[in-house]
């Protein structure tokens, strides 16, 4: 019985998302917004790589400050 339940709520919370997420990437090909998605995707990545860059180089240059008065 425990076996059956834990199949069960395994298909429902694995399969039929994956199933409605291949229905909607289907809806936005057939539109073109696909690209839109994927661009927005694209520059959000792009951001937050810009962002760990600029980052790690301040801290770069407080690591070094704080070496240089030590």
């Known amino acids: 019985m ?4 834990s199949l ?3 298909h429902i919370l694995w399969i039929v998302p ?3 997420q291949g229905d909607s990437l289907d809806f936005l090909r ?9 661009a927005v995707i694209a ?6 790589t810009i962002f760990l ?5 301040k801290l770069t240059k407080l ?3 704080i070496n240089n008065e030590q």
């Open 8 to 10: 069960t709520l395994i």
């Open 63 to 65: 690591e070094n400050q």
């Open 43 to 48: 520059v959000i990545f792009i951001g937050i």
């Open 18 to 20: 994956a199933k409605a």
């Open 2 to 5: 425990k076996k059956f339940l």
């Open 53 to 57: 860059y600029r980052l790690d180089r």
């Open 30 to 38: 057939s539109t073109g917004k696909i690209y839109s998605v994927v």
